[in-house]
């Protein structure tokens, strides 16, 4: 089995910034991938980032390109995505999840393993 638990989340006003973090533990492997999807209210969860636990390569959603970026410290098994320029459109809850298959057209089933979600407010 494998926790996630994300941290980081707050209230945030338009053009700040915030760093979620996703830390892992229990059976991680070095062929996982973690990803980041989000959920605002009454709006269905979309896929924001994912990162390669071992390569390293990243994908991102259109939205959220050249304002987040997602990375990784394996010594801590920490996942990381530093969110810039925030909007009000990026309220949402925030999820970090885990699996074995990188795309580029993420899936929410790719993912087996999620974290409780960590809430961010962007205020105009």
Known sequence: Q????ESGGGLVQAGGSLRLSCAASGRTSSTFVVGWFREAPGK????????????????????VKGRFT????????????????????????????????????PM?????YWGQGTQVTVSS
């Open 2 to 5: 494998v926790q996630l638990v």
């Open 44 to 63: 269905e969860r979309e896929f924001v980032a994912t990162i390669e636990w071992s390569g390293g390569r990243s994908y991102y959603a259109d939205s």
């Open 70 to 105: 997602i990375s990784r410290q394996n010594a801590k098994n920490t996942v990381y995505l530093q969110m810039n320029s925030l909007k009000p459109e990026d309220t949402a809850d925030y999820y970090c999840a885990a699996g074995e298959v990188f795309s580029s057209t």
């Open 108 to 112: 929410q089933g790719d993912y087996p």
